[in-house]
């Protein structure tokens, strides 16, 4: 009870520290992330002493680097004047500022590897290795010498490392909406979306299955997590979909891409959105428009799918569900949150956009609680959504940080130029060949990493390639963004995927590539919006239109392909002629999409006289 009453303690101090500094503005930069890295790491020590099945080893390490790195950040704020003000790099530093940034960075390491994964810490093991011992690389890797008090400066006491743009966006927008987004489940906002999913679709051919299309998608773009997103959506909607006659491998698939997708959803899309807005420099509202039509045609596809797979498999009916206008009754102000949240992130800011929402969801869920006398209740769970805020926070507070060092290398050493050179060298500076290399890195990295500190270690590494090739900032870094989301559901370690065949009961490995041939068709999709960016909601109205329809085209196509049914079944002719098509639409242009539309055409006018058509037999869902 009392380590319990700890963590409390220390997600209160959390939540009150960024409620406050929204409400009265954030101190400077240096004191700010200091201060939101020094509660985060509170919340995890005390999570460490409550944290059911972990051994006494793992607890031990966790608080002592929480212990140390708390040291560490205490220094700093102690000094923080002197470090908001000094020279960095012409000021030495003192012996005791070097000890404690070695002991900073040390222990930043042993928890990010306790949180993010034996991958994550060996990443930044080798860029840190190579901080130190590259300067007796030969040639073009090597770099010149770097003394220990400058790379010490560099990395800790400076904005380019720990404490620089990633750490900044968690200090000051991230953990705002993390804490939106637990406070309006936990008031019952989550259940409402589930509810009005199933509402919408639940009595459809394959009916759960949309839903839970519709739900992830709904709860993603708050949650920002894909396995949260899998076992709480997927907790309702894949035993609704196993009942209404889907495999069980099928229904998790489904579940694990279509959760993954929600980091991609405006008006939140995780936390890694934030991010991109610092690193391109351009208002966030300009990063959320301009993933609106990728993300509604990661869903297309996955939507598609879904359908037909219904078809194929014979599944005339949905499940009975509740009705649009009692599901209205019991939620439909949680409506409000989210449009004051879109609204006041494209007319304010995202700090400011976070803070109303958050505001706001205190407010409806206290009206409900006067209305139907639950106001006593109402305490509780604005606590229990404090408390999973600050759970939440942790990894991804910390992936920041922790990738700070390697972005804060990349700058020191001049490594992200050389290996742009390389990646270009590689990719015979032709754009598509660096696009391939970009994606299978992103995906790599997406596996075994969260999507934001997978998204970071590219930042600045293959995005300027991108870049120096001609793509524009927002479509290149969209570009790595996707993939890393699409990562969650690539095998061999597809986290979302194994997560969703946890609940489902189903093998992993067959869920995980279900779940990857049911994301396939969202595989195109970055291709289109950098050959095309006008998909990104960047051009005249004409185009935009002709842009999104192609697309649209393009990705049924291929989903029907993948399935093996459009009109009718598909045989292994006009399953190609059906994907071909779909591929020619990924190059922006008049003479490529009426190829793809001839195509797709001819798919289906040869698989109709070859008798593809013939009908199969339905069989009726169990209710």
Known sequence: MVLRTLFIVAALALAAFHLGTGFFGVFQSFTQRNAHLLLVVACLAAAALTAPGASRRERIVTIGASVALSAALIYNLALADYFNNRMAYVMPLSTVAIVMAFIG???????????????????????????????????????????????????????EGVFGIPLGVSATYIYLFVLFGAVLDRCGGGQFMIDMAMALTGRLRGGPAKAAIIGSAAMGTISGSAVANVVTTGAVTIPLMKRNGY???????????????????????????????????????????????????????????????????GIQHGVRGPAIPAVLREGILFVLPIIVVAYSVFIYSPMRAGLNGVLTVVAVAATYAVLRGGLVKLPRRLLDGIVEAAKAAGPVAVACAASGMIVGILSLTGLGLTVNRVILELAGHSLMGALVLTMVSSLILGMGLPTVAAYLVQAGITIPALIDLGVSPIPAHLFVFYFAILGNVTPPVAVAAYAAAAVADSNPSRTGWTAFAISVPAFIVPFMFVMDPVLLLDGSIWRIFLSIATAAIGVAALASAIVGYATGPLGIVPRILLAGGALMMLVPGWASDIGGVVLAAAALALAGRTGARTPIQLKEAPK
């Open 105 to 159: 960075m040390a222990s930043l390491f042993v928890i990010s590897v306790r949180l993010l994964g034996v991958a994550f810490g060996a990443i930044v093991a080798v860029f840190l290795l190579y901080a130190a011992f590259g300067h007796l690389i030969p040639g073009a890797l090597g770099h010149r010498y770097f003394g220990v008090s400058w790379t010490v400066d560099h990395l800790w006491y400076t904005k």
């Open 247 to 313: 495999k069980p491998h099928f229904a998790a698939g489904v579940e694990a891409a279509a959760s993954s997708g929600g980091q991609l959803m405006p008006p939140v899309m995780g936390a890694t959105a934030f991010i991109i807005a610092e690193f391109v420099g351009r208002p966030y509202a300009e990063v959320a428009v301009s993933a609106i039509v990728p993300a509604l045609l990661m869903y297309l596809g996955i939507f598609v799918t879904v359908h037909c797979e219904a078809l194929r498999s």
